[in-house]
């Protein structure tokens, strides 16, 4: 299994950027996919995750209304669109893969892990 995330950069406050994962390796559906972030010296935190099949979303609350989760099947690319992006926002994100079973929201569940993507958010 490969998930390769890209799509990071240099933004200025109130800016957008989209981030992908593209997946490759196995099917999956049943699985659960998501995005999680870390910032240097804190814990990788939660963002978002999609369920592959159904296509039903999470977010971390202070992600809320800012960020949108989706993906594309045809492509077996997950997407994070992030809005509205806030110099805190700054980390790296990770795009993360498990199966659909259990607590979501937790990094040390996840199976399979993209190398990640810089996001940096100036003000």
């Known amino acids: 299994v490969q998930l390769q995330a890209f799509g990071g950069g240099l933004v200025q406050a109130g800016g957008s950027l989209r981030l992908s994962c593209a997946a490759s390796?196995?099917?999956?559906?049943?699985?659960?996919m998501g995005w999680f972030r870390q910032a240097p010296g804190k814990e990788r935190e939660f963002v978002a995750a999609?369920?592959?099949?159904?296509?039903?979303?999470y977010y971390a609350d202070s992600m809320k209304g800012r960020f949108t989760i989706s993906r594309d099947s045809a492509k077996s690319t997950v997407y994070l669109q992030t809005n509205s992006l806030k110099p805190e926002d700054t980390a790296v994100y990770y795009c993360?893969?498990?199966?659909?079973?259990?607590?979501?929201?937790?990094?040390?569940?996840?199976?399979?892990w993209g190398q990640g993507t810089q996001v940096t958010v100036s003000s």
């Open positions: 993360a893969a498990k199966p659909a079973i259990g607590v979501i929201t937790t990094s040390a569940v996840y199976n399979y």
């Open positions: 390796g196995r099917t999956f559906s049943g699985y659960v």
């Open positions: 999609i369920r592959w099949s159904g296509g039903s979303t």
